[in-house]
């Protein structure tokens, strides 16, 4: 693909996309002829060197960046990669959606069942979108429009691209949404997608997508936004339609899991370049370019526990300052000299479809390199990770050894009992209160001093209302919040101010939970000032730098604001806020999940090294349970405001005991393909907190539902003394 | 969508309720008292008795209000001191004069300004952008007596081609039998067509005098709300269907766009029937404002108090039917919340 003409064709694309001169059409539709060729075997989609390129005020943003793989009819590709590394723009130049008029496909071609359809007309591109390609998006709340109903919106599709009008419309969305698994789809036909739940509405988007049978479907991050056992609904819908309507699907995701079950195939991406392409097995078992294998160690996962996750260096480059080499050369462990001015091309490991572009694996290299033997690369790193685990292994060891000579009080930090916390519903102009949400109900826990508890749940469960509760944060709440033996649950707020020092909270958000308008350095002074630490402001300052330093950024960047630093630095912000102020006690209300894989493994190293040295104690609320695993002592599963399961985390994870637990945790994708789990599928979505399923929340979901669980919500068995569980199925087991 | 109904209805009876006291206490504002204001200080004591046992004024005040209100129920705003007619009749002859003028500046504003609104959202960051917004900027910054006087020297008395006072010239005026009082229905209910064109002629200047400031404050509204909707993940489902550019914009992204539109319409409207008070004197329109601006003058209490209250009224009026048409717009409002 490499040519000569590189900055003609550059120039040539941009000449054409600018619209400056109509003319310049011919010498790249000759460019094109020369350089680009119709794939004519089987190929249902072939994408040649595509470049898509935005102007923004900085300069142009080479967003993706000459990418090429083919899909075949009837299959899941996958495109994986962290935020920013082009995988949605290549899905928006694919259906020819690129924002105008800042975005331009540069260069390539885009062949879709042998025609290049990148220079189509408006009228030839709207017959493409939707019809022969069709998309589903990320956000189900948002991609429907909420003033027409449903079955408007699948209609329309339908006779935008078919010969069909009227009830005959009608009855082919109705056949969609059944298809689906919508139940009654005649009567939701005609309701809006308010009415309906998140799950409902990624259903809706599907049987839009698919209302007009494309053969390519592009599924842009289908199931980020949903719970687990939503998402593996979803993920197993599209993968019946694929078998079904015989279509091809191009899965968009930066979750491994999700990609090792579904997909046929994976390109991994990193800024605007495929690195790695192959099948799940080849990439999960043999990676080969230092990124993937980055990438798959940064991921926590159970067998890394008590050990530091192996982490990136660094962070992604801009699009708008790219180098003219290999863009991971400035975090690769394994640079050499000349990675960073000189493109590597996707070369084939050991003749297979498995592919890496790569200097390491280049059978005729640019520059004089130790050429790796792919299999020796293999070997040689896995000794460098267990060697660097051992190490990372005993430095733990003996921080918690550490802690552990430290006398520890009898008493648990926080004491939790019969924590209530029902927000009233009102109505009318009198505001009466109709009902309650029951947010959290009856929940009873104990953390101990330097551990860390996860609270785990799907959303609707209640559990970041627990977190705002045990901080008093606002919340109406009933029951007795023990904190270091005193009851703070009915102290005044001049009583609950020592208190606000001693218990702290880090957020989901890190875009919205820093005041944008504050420099950093005020933002970790302004708690101090507030609980007088540190006698003067020369003091504060010093002891700002140092907080700087130990959350990993640099003292000299006080003065900035908010919005000078990346999703993982704002993280560290907010983590180095909380600690200005000598927490003992952390809530991390999902401090993990807005952050790419690579970066959250440097926050949970940094919170991990933060509760050995400090002794702090985390309640760290959660939906994504493999961090649980790696990451916590303990683990309480909630589900409907209940606590129905708590245990250490070996005994959750190894002999899960509530039906609901069990689903969870077979629900979650795993990156090994091979673990022989029994997939429990949960049927239906969350009841609403207002109107709770009477006896058992949970029973009419559970597969091992019993006449008695519709009574009476069951007490608590005990399997050991950490083990516990509500459920009926072990009323004798004491 | 009954509760939501009952609930704007509640509130709006509240409002009334609310402007009926000021309104009432209005009257005991006045240095003095109302018997002063309108018989003038050199009355004699015996004709102020009388004139305060006549409006009750003796009575305690929540007797007055009482009364006042049950009054008010029944449509009766009392008589003019001025022309001794009862109040009612004589807002029933000024209003159509001003009902029709603001409805007239009220389609030019949402007509031109949503169009406005539109092209300037559609074309974004390209000269008609710029354009529309800076004339629209103007608009608003233009002081209505002057942007009518200006009209009047333009196309009066450079240009004659418009007339710059009343709603018909003279010789025509005896001729339409008023049968609505809005000269545009009677005159074409008479089938008198002259006079028709003729009082289109008389509507425009006023009308245009009176919409511009509302037509540019919709047209800004319009912009940045179809801007804002146009970047909903919803219009790129609607693209990504292969619909065609117009068809997005016109349904997908116009009816979520127009709910803040909707808003600003029902608040100018309080702003045009204030306005109507300086364009009626302009123009020398014989309608509502300019006899409410009479009334004031001539200290009649009664009739500043029934149009006061009657222009409240119709405000809140207004208002109703914009909540209405919220839950036309957005099935929210609509369809209870429903999902689980």
Same mark, same amino acid.
């Given at each position: ?218 599924a842009d991050e289908p199931t980020t936004a949903l719970d687990v056992t939503i998402q593996a609904q979803i993920l197993e819908l599209i993968q019946r339609l ?50 993937t294998i980055k990438l798959l160690e940064s991921t926590p996962a159970r067998d890394k526990r008590g050990t530091a996750l192996n982490t990136i260096s660094g ?28 493109i590597p091309t996707l070369h084939a490991v050991n003749g297979s479809e498995h592919s890496v572009a790569c200097h390491l694996y280049n059978p005729e290299p ?369 | 969508?009954?509760?939501? *109904?009952?609930?704007? +209805? =509640?509130? &709006?009876?509240? /409002? ?8 009432? !206490?209005? $009257? ?125 020297? *333009?196309?009066?008395? +450079? =240009?004659? &081609?418009?007339? /710059? ?8 005026? !005896?001729? $339409? ?135 409240? /009224? ?27």
């Amino acid at each position: 693909m490499m040519s000569p003409f590189g900055d003609i064709k550059a120039y040539l694309g941009l000449c054409v996309n600018l619209k400056k001169f109509r003319f310049s059409q011919f010498p790249l539709t000759f460019h094109k002829i020369l350089c680009y060729s119709n794939p004519m075997d089987d190929t249902l989609l072939s994408v040649q060197n595509l470049k898509t390129y935005f102007r923004t005020p900085e300069g142009l943003a080479r967003a993706v960046d000459g990418i090429s793989f083919d899909i075949k009819p009837n299959e899941i590709f996958a495109l994986v990669g962290e935020s920013g590394c082009g995988k949605s723009v290549t899905a928006l130049s694919l259906i020819q959606l690129i924002a105008q008029p800042a975005g331009f496909i540069a260069d390539g071609a885009i062949y879709y069942k042998g025609q290049d359809i990148t220079g189509l007309s408006e009228v030839e591109k709207r017959k493409i979108q939707g019809n022969d390609i069709a998309m589903i998006f990320q956000e189900p709340m948002t991609s429907l429009n909420p003033v027409f109903t449903i079955g408007n919106q699948i209609s329309e599709a339908i006779q935008e691209h078919q010969d069909l009008r009227g009830a005959a419309a009608r009855n082919a969305a109705i056949e969609m949404l059944d298809r689906v698994g919508i139940p009654e789809p005649a009567a939701r036909y005609d309701e809006y997608p308010h009415q309906m739940s998140g799950g409902m509405k990624q259903r809706v988007m599907i049987a839009m997508a698919l209302s007009c049978r494309p053969g390519l479907l592009i599924a842009d991050e289908p199931t980020t936004a949903l719970d687990v056992t939503i998402q593996a609904q979803i993920l197993e819908l599209i993968q019946r339609l694929q078998q079904e309507l015989q279509m091809a699907v191009l899965l968009i995701t930066h979750d491994l899991g999700v990609v090792a079950n579904i997909a046929d195939r994976v390109a991994v991406m990193y800024a605007g370049k495929i690195a790695e392409m192959g099948t799940w097995e080849q990439l999960y078992e043999t990676p080969q370019h230092p990124y993937t294998i980055k990438l798959l160690e940064s991921t926590p996962a159970r067998d890394k526990r008590g050990t530091a996750l192996n982490t990136i260096s660094g962070r992604v480059p801009k699009a708008t300052a790219y180098n003219d080499g290999c863009r991971f050369a400035d975090r690769c462990p394994k640079v050499m000299d000349g990675c960073d001015t000189i493109i590597p091309t996707l070369h084939a490991v050991n003749g297979s479809e498995h592919s890496v572009a790569c200097h390491l694996y280049n059978p005729e290299p640019p520059f004089s390199v130790r050429l790796a033997d792919p299999e020796l690369a293999i070997q040689e790193h896995a000794t460098v990770v267990s060697a660097t685990k051992l190490e990372l292994e005993t430095e733990v060891v003996q921080q918690s050894e550490r802690v552990s000579e430290q006398p520890t009080a009898s008493h648990p930090q926080l004491q939790v009992k019969d924590l209530c916390v029902h927000y009233p519903i009102q109505k009318g102009i009198f505001k009466r209160t109709v009902g309650y949400v029951y947010a959290v109900d009856d929940v009873t826990l104990d953390i101990p001093r330097g551990k860390t508890l996860a609270l785990v749940g799907e959303s609707g469960s209640g559990k970041t209302s627990f977190g705002k509760a045990v901080l008093q944060l606002g919340v109406p709440v009933e029951g007795d919040i023990v904190y270091d033996g005193v009851n703070i649950a009915t102290t005044t707020r001049q009583q609950m101010h020592p208190y606000r020092k001693r218990m702290q909270i880090i957020f989901q958000d890190p875009y919205a939970s820093l005041n944008p308008r504050m420099p950093v350095g005020r933002i970790i002074q302004e708690g101090m000032q507030t609980h007088g630490i540190g006698a003067s402001d020369e003091e504060r300052q010093t002891r700002t730098a140092e907080l700087m330093l130990r959350v990993g950024l640099s003292p000299d960047m006080v003065t900035r604001y908010p919005h000078e630093f990346s999703g993982g630095q704002r993280q560290r912000i907010g983590i180095a806020r909380c600690l200005a102020v000598d927490p003992e006690f952390i809530v991390c209300d999902e401090a993990t999940s807005a952050l790419d894989v690579s970066v959250q493994a440097q926050i949970l190293n940094l919170l991990k090294s933060l509760q050995v040295d400090f002794n702090l104690s985390y309640l760290f609320i959660t939906h994504n349970l493999s961090v649980v695993e790696y990451f916590a002592d303990e683990v309480a599963v909630m589900y409907l405001g209940r606590i129905v399961e708590r245990g250490t985390t070996e005994e959750i994870f190894d002999a899960p005991k509530h039906p609901y637990t069990r689903a969870l945790l077979s629900a979650v994708p795993k990156m090994d393909t091979q673990t022989g789990v029994e997939k429990i599928r949960l049927e239906g979505d969350v009841p609403s907190p207002i109107n709770r399923p009477a006896g058992c929340h949970f029973h009419p979901r559970c597969p091992e539902v019993m006449p008695v669980c519709k009574e009476e919500y069951p007490g608590a068995t005990h399997f050991t003394q950490t083990h516990s569980c509500h459920c009926y199925l072990y009323r004798d087991a004491e | 969508m009954f509760s939501y *109904l009952l609930q704007r +209805f =509640l509130s &709006i009876g509240l /409002s009334l309720l609310a402007v009926s006291l000021l309104v009432f !206490l209005m $009257v005991h504002l006045i240095p003095g008292d109302a018997a002063v204001a309108i018989l003038g200080e050199r009355a004699t004591e015996k004709a102020l008795t009388e004139l305060r046992a006549e409006m009750g004024l003796d009575k305690p005040l929540y007797h007055q209000y009482a009364k006042f209100l049950w009054d008010v129920v029944h449509l009766d705003f009392g008589r003019s001191f001025k022309t001794k007619q009862p109040v009612i009749e004589e807002i029933k002859r000024y209003f159509p004069a001003t009902a029709e003028l603001t409805l007239a500046a009220m389609a030019f504003s949402i007509l031109f300004g949503i169009a406005a609104g539109i092209i300037a959202a559609v074309s974004r960051g390209t000269f008609l952008d710029y354009f529309s917004m800076s004339i629209s900027l103007a608009g608003i910054s233009m002081p209505i007596f002057w942007l009518g006087l200006m009209l009047i020297l *333009l196309f009066s008395y +450079f =240009l004659p &081609i418009l007339p /710059s006072t009343g709603r018909l010239d003279v010789v025509l005026d !005896l001729d $339409v039998q008023s049968r609505t009082g809005f000269y545009l229905i009677d005159t074409l209910l008479t089938g008198n067509f002259t006079a028709f064109r003729n009082a289109v002629a008389h509507l425009i200047l006023p009308a245009i005098t009176l919409g511009t400031i509302p037509l540019a404050i919709i047209a800004r509204m319009t912009r940045s709300s179809l801007l804002e909707v146009l970047n909903q993940p919803y219009i790129t489902t609607a693209y990504a269907k292969g619909l065609p550019r117009w068809k997005v914009i016109r349904k997908h992204a116009m009816k979520n766009s127009m709910v803040p539109v909707l808003t600003i319409i029902g608040l100018e409207f309080g702003y045009l029937l204030g306005g109507a008070i300086l364009t009626e004197h302009i123009f020398s329109w014989p309608g509502l404002g300019s006899w409410l601006r009479a009334a004031v003058e001539a200290r009649d209490v009664r009739a500043v108090q029934g149009g006061v209250l009657f222009v409240a /009224s119709l405000f809140m009026l207004v208002n109703l039917i914009v909540d209405m048409l919220y839950a036309y717009v957005d099935p929210r409002i609509r369809v209870g919340n429903e999902a689980t």
